[in-house]
């Protein structure tokens, strides 16, 4: 079974600067999906960023980007010039690709960042 | 396009009672899969449908279940409702052969008293 976990419960971030979230995951397999979701005070969740396993290249979404180290199992998220609407709830999620256990995502316990003036 | 809809937004239902949620993916995606969000065990995959099929399932008792429609829409049931069922109820639909993709909709908020 994969688990995935975040140690930081909290975090706060000044208007315009960075801040990297971290995630690490424990798996036995080697081909999977690793996701950051965001989830403001809506409750709606939203995917910010999605990386595949077998890529190298971190993947990247405008102001988010990822540090993905793979033999590691490490999967942190940096978001940049940060801004009063990227307050919200934030869950790292493992999604494995083989059959059986494909579309089933498991997520981390969440780091609620809030962003301050 | 429109968003996954889901009905209701809000809930409440006493022990004992059952209760069913609906969940309208997104037009042409075939895959709906649900989760539970509470805060002591946090996000919970329940299940997974794919062309009206269970594909996938998660560690709930046999109280929980669902089932999908032709037209891609799924409903979940909870029977014997447990003060524990309370949570809020998300649902995913995702696009054929992209099921790793996931866009989720509101999520229907199910007090149980």
């Known amino acids: 079974a994969q688990t995935v976990t975040q140690s930081q419960p909290e975090m706060s971030v000044q208007e315009a600067e960075t801040v990297t979230l971290s995630c690490t995951y424990d798996?036995?397999?080697?081909?999977?999906?690793l996701f950051w979701y965001k989830q403001p005070p809506s409750r709606q969740m939203i995917l910010v960023i999605r990386?595949?396993?077998?890529?190298?290249q971190n993947a990247t979404e405008n102001r988010f980007s990822v540090n993905f180290q793979k033999a590691a199992k490490s999967f942190s998220l940096k978001i940049s010039d940060s801004q009063l609407g990227d307050t919200a709830m934030y869950f790292c999620a493992f999604m494995s690709l083989n059959t059986g256990t494909a579309s089933k995502l498991t997520f981390g316990t969440g780091t609620r960042l809030q962003v301050t003036l | 396009k429109a968003g996954v809809t889901q009905t209701p937004r809000y809930l409440i239902k006493t022990r004992g009672q059952q209760v069913t949620l609906s969940c309208s993916p997104i037009?042409?995606?075939?895959?709906v899969s649900w989760y539970q969000q509470t805060p002591g065990q946090g996000l919970q995959f329940l299940f997974e449908y794919f062309s009206e099929t269970q594909r996938n399932k998660g560690n709930f008792p046999g109280r929980f279940s669902g089932r999908q429609f032709s037209n891609s829409r799924s409903e979940m049931n909870v029977s014997t409702l447990e003060l524990g069922d309370s949570a809020l109820y998300l649902c995913?639909?995702?696009?054929?052969?992209?099921?790793?993709?996931?866009?989720f909709g509101p999520g229907t908020r199910l007090t149980v008293l």
């Open positions: 037009s042409g995606h075939r895959s």
């Open positions: 995913a639909s995702s696009p054929r052969g992209a099921e790793d993709t996931q866009y």
């Open positions: 990386q595949e396993a077998y890529k190298q």
């Open positions: 798996t036995s397999e080697n081909n999977y999906y």
